[in-house]
T-cell receptor, first 114, second 110 residues
Framework: DSGVTQTPKHLITATGQRVTLRCSPRSGDLSVYWYQQSLDQGLQFLIQYYNGEERAKGNILERFSAQQFPDLHSELNLSSLELGDSALYFC?????????????FGPGTRLTVL | SQQGEEDPQALSIQEGENATMNCSYKTSINNLQWYRQNSGRGLVHLILIRSNEREKHSGRLRVTLDTSKKSSSLLITASRAADTASYFCATAHNTDKLIFGTGTRLQVFP
């Protein structure tokens, strides 16, 4: 158990809908990262927050947004969902603001868009 | 692309044998990390090797880094069925990028 929690575990929804994925980092970790893992794209970095502020951006679509709250939990919002958004979404956390150290991954949310 | 590339893509061995996976990358790195992912689960950090280190051990794991060849290898000795998983290398560039490779799928048969 990494100490990172994610909810929900599974999410099935329809195209055009909006969903929110939630992540709680390990106690003491200030950085939260979001990743998307699909069969054809591999593990793609989406976005990082550090202590409530956006720190780095990766291959995140404009339809996606995220935020980190004062209690350091984070939410990833996916809107106008498309079939291609079906994937595993992982949250990871670390102590450091720099995206180069060890990261602790949550169990993931499996999103299926029908 | 700066992405690390693992080789082989898939590897099948018998319990007790050693498994070796390789990772190559293109630009200079701060460190290189190896992660394991059991099917459909989150990634688990295995080991981090800094750019000024050449070899590191952790239990049955041995990682080497050759910065002149821009490559790393992960050796799992005396493999077990429980080692069955996908293994990813992740290369850390400067202070703001950690890029994951495409992974090696390891199957260890009892």
């Amino acid at each position: 158990d990494s100490g990172v929690t994610q909810t929900p575990k599974h999410l099935i929804t329809a195209t055009g809908q909006r969903v929110t994925l939630r992540c709680s980092p390990r106690s003491g970790d200030l950085s939260v990262y979001w990743y998307q893992q699909s069969l054809d794209q591999g593990l793609q970095f989406l976005i990082q927050y550090y202590n409530g502020e956006e720190r780095a951006k990766g291959n995140i679509l404009e339809r996606f947004s995220a935020q980190q709250f004062p209690d350091l939990h984070s939410e990833l919002n996916l809107s106008s969902l498309e079939l291609g958004d079906s994937a595993l979404y992982f949250c990871a956390s670390s102590v450091d603001p720099d995206r180069v150290g060890e990261q602790f991954f949550g169990p993931g949310t499996r999103l299926t868009v029908l | 692309s700066q992405q690390g590339e693992e080789d082989p893509q898939a590897l099948s061995i018998q319990e007790g044998e050693n498994a070796t996976m390789n990772c190559s990358y293109k630009t200079s790195i701060n460190n290189l990390q190896w992660y394991r992912q059991n099917s459909g689960r989150g990634l688990v950090h295995l080991i981090l090797i800094r750019s000024n280190e050449r070899e590191k051990h952790s239990g049955r794991l041995r990682v080497t880094l050759d910065t002149s060849k821009k490559s790393s290898s992960l050796l799992i000795t005396a493999s077990r069925a429980a080692d069955t998983a996908s293994y990813f290398c992740a290369t850390a560039h400067n202070t703001d990028k950690l890029i994951f490779g495409t992974g090696t799928r390891l199957q260890v048969f009892p």
